[in-house]
């Protein structure tokens, strides 16, 4: 074998690697959550508060007289203090005004004068020359120079007729300036002119706008102040004038009343102007009475109410006595009104009487009168009452009035019930339109009932059905059609 046949001794394995050490983070609180778990912070709890004890510093106060300390920067910009024993100082007194003259040289003619340059400008102005020659006594350098002599020249007389600002508008005053004072002339107020008399200010019958003289300015102040005057002149006669209309309205009203005010009335046209006119107060709107309705037409109204009104069962009696108007058998009756029900008493107990007394009714022929009276010498009483109330006087005799809301006559009591609402509604087999026959047939029933007549069917069909049907309730009985009859004897 040759050597590079030889094998090579194996190599050594390889040393494992140690595996690294867990991550060990040197802020973790060893003591504190495990990894993963929330963090919940432990409650805060602030220190108690412990305030340092007060010590006052200690006062010492600077001796008397001494200066109290203060800001040494101030200093700068405050005077340093008077010494009390100094004496004030003595006020000086004003240097004289020093006038400065320096040296003139002789002039030279043609040449200009040393100095400021100046600028010559015609009219007066400054730098002008107001003399050919050269001003004499001037010094080269004085500071205040000599003064110049300027000639006064007076403005312009200016037009009197026309105002300052120009021609005023229409509607405001035009005011006159006066002519301008002279020179040096004191002012000394003149005496007031005074105005023009009525011939002097009326114009002449022949002159012309042209002709007649300007206005001043106290004849224009003059001339607007009245027409003032007369502007307020006219509103305090309008005032007056109305006050008087209105105080001779009131007092003819008193009048009317019985009121003692002529002499007021008197005073106040006598104070009135002659020529103004006294104005003239419209006429009382008089409203016009309403016709008197006859009794045939009150009877015919229908009038509102409630079907479920009950009232409080209380009455009042309708005074007064009617005598009874025919012979025979004299019946006193009273007639009661339910209080609250709105409607007319009077009305009600005069139907009453005019039914009962009518030759159709129960008084036919002579065989009885009827006789209104207030006291207890009644036979019955005609009563005027609420549906509600109704049915309770009609129940103490055994009747029921409340399905129909039907009148009764109260056999066990002194009452004839007449119900309200069939009194002011009626019933549909008279009909709105005979309201009047409709009420005379209900007094008839319903006192047929207390004089001791009972219910009658009517027996012959189109025949006038007899008073004692329940005509509230229908005009049919057993297929019998009769007509409505309000009477009992309608042929009279």
């Known amino acids: 074998m040759g050597r590079h046949s030889r094998k090579a001794p194996s190599p050594a394995p390889a040393a494992a690697r140690p595996e690294p050490a867990p991550y060990e983070d040197p802020y973790e609180d060893p003591y504190g959550p495990p990894p993963g778990a929330l963090y919940e912070p432990p409650p805060y709890e602030p220190p108690p508060y412990e305030p340092p004890p007060y010590e006052p510093a200690p006062y010492d106060p600077p001796p008397y007289g001494a200066p109290a300390p203060h800001d040494r920067a101030?200093?700068?910009?405050?005077?340093?203090?008077?010494?009390?024993?100094?004496?004030?100082?003595?006020?000086?007194?004003?240097?004289?005004?020093?006038?400065?003259?320096?040296?003139?040289?002789?002039?030279?003619?043609?040449?200009?004068?040393?100095?400021?340059?100046?600028?010559?400008?015609?009219?007066?102005?400054?730098?002008?020359?107001?003399?050919?020659?050269?001003?004499?006594?001037?010094?080269?350098?004085?500071?205040?120079?000599?003064?110049r002599t300027t000639a006064y020249a007076p403005p312009p007389v200016r037009d009197t007729d026309t105002p300052p600002?120009?021609?005023?508008?229409?509607?405001?005053?035009?005011?006159?300036?006066?002519?301008?004072?002279?020179?040096?002339?004191?002012?000394?107020?003149?005496?007031?002119?005074?105005?023009?008399?009525?011939?002097?200010?009326?114009?002449?019958?022949?002159?012309?706008?042209?002709d007649r003289p300007g206005p001043g300015r106290g004849a224009k102040i003059r001339t607007y102040t009245g027409m003032a005057a007369a502007a307020v002149t006219t509103v305090l006669a309008v005032v007056v004038a109305g006050q008087v209309a209105l105080d001779g309205e009131s007092a003819g009203g008193a009048a009317a009343a019985g009121d003692d005010t002529p002499d007021r009335v008197s005073?106040?046209?006598?104070?009135?102007?002659?020529?103004?006119?006294?104005?003239?107060?419209?006429?009382p709107v008089v409203a016009a009475p309403a016709p008197q309705l006859t009794f045939e037409q009150q009877m015919a109204?229908?009038?509102?109410?409630?079907?479920?009104?009950?009232?409080?069962?209380?009455?009042?009696?309708?005074?007064?006595?009617?005598?009874?108007?025919?012979?025979?058998?004299?019946?006193?009756?009273?007639?009661?009104?339910?209080?609250?029900?709105?409607?007319?008493?009077?009305?009600?107990?005069?139907?009453?009487?005019?039914?009962?007394?009518?030759?159709?009714?129960?008084?036919?022929n002579g065989a009885m009168t009827f006789e209104r009276v207030p006291g207890g010498e009644a036979e019955f009483v005609i009563t005027l009452a609420s549906p509600g109330t109704t049915g309770v006087w009609c129940a103490k005799s055994g009747l029921d009035t409340t399905v129909d809301n039907v009148s009764?006559?109260?056999?066990?009591?002194?009452?004839?019930?007449?119900?309200?609402?069939?009194?002011?509604?009626?019933?549909?087999?008279?009909?709105?339109?005979?309201?009047?026959?409709?009420?005379?047939?209900?007094?008839?029933?319903?006192?047929?009932?207390?004089?001791?007549?009972?219910?009658?069917?009517?027996?012959?069909?189109?025949?006038?059905?007899?008073?004692?049907?329940?005509?509230?309730?229908?005009l049919d009985i057993n297929n019998i059609q009769c007509k409505a009859n309000p009477w009992v004897f309608p042929g009279g």
């Not at 009390?84 to 004289?96: C, G, K, L, N, V």
């Not at 000394?188 to 012309?208: D, I, N």
């Open 74 to 147: 101030q200093d700068r910009y405050a005077p340093p203090p008077a010494s009390y024993e100094d004496p004030p100082a003595p006020r000086r007194a004003p240097e004289p005004t020093v006038i400065h003259r320096g040296y003139a040289p002789a002039a030279r003619p043609g040449a200009r004068p040393g100095g400021r340059p100046e600028q010559r400008e015609p009219g007066g102005a400054w730098g002008a020359n107001p003399s050919p020659e050269p001003v004499r006594g001037a010094v080269y350098g004085d500071w205040r120079g000599v003064p």
């Open 165 to 210: 600002f120009g021609t005023p508008a229409a509607g405001f005053p035009r005011v006159t300036a006066p002519p301008p004072r002279a020179a040096g002339a004191p002012l000394v107020p003149g005496p007031r002119e005074p105005g023009p008399t009525e011939s002097e200010a009326a114009p002449e019958p022949g002159a012309t706008a042209g």
């Open 267 to 283: 005073e106040s046209a006598a104070s009135r102007s002659d020529g103004r006119p006294t104005p003239a107060s419209p006429p």
């Open 301 to 364: 109204l229908q009038l509102p109410i409630d079907a479920q009104l009950k009232g409080p069962g209380a009455f009042d009696t309708v005074p007064g006595v009617v005598k009874a108007p025919g012979k025979g058998k004299v019946v006193r009756y009273r007639v009661d009104v339910e209080q609250g029900l709105g409607l007319d008493h009077q009305l009600f107990a005069e139907a009453v009487q005019r039914t009962l007394n009518d030759p159709r009714s129960w008084a036919h």
């Open 408 to 474: 009764c006559d109260s056999a066990s009591t002194e009452r004839v019930m007449i119900n309200a609402f069939r009194w002011a509604q009626g019933s549909p087999t008279y009909g709105a339109d005979q309201m009047l026959a409709y009420r005379q047939m209900l007094i008839n029933h319903e006192v047929g009932h207390r004089l001791g007549h009972g219910h009658v069917s009517c027996q012959t069909p189109g025949a006038l059905a007899p008073i004692m049907q329940q005509q509230t309730k229908s």
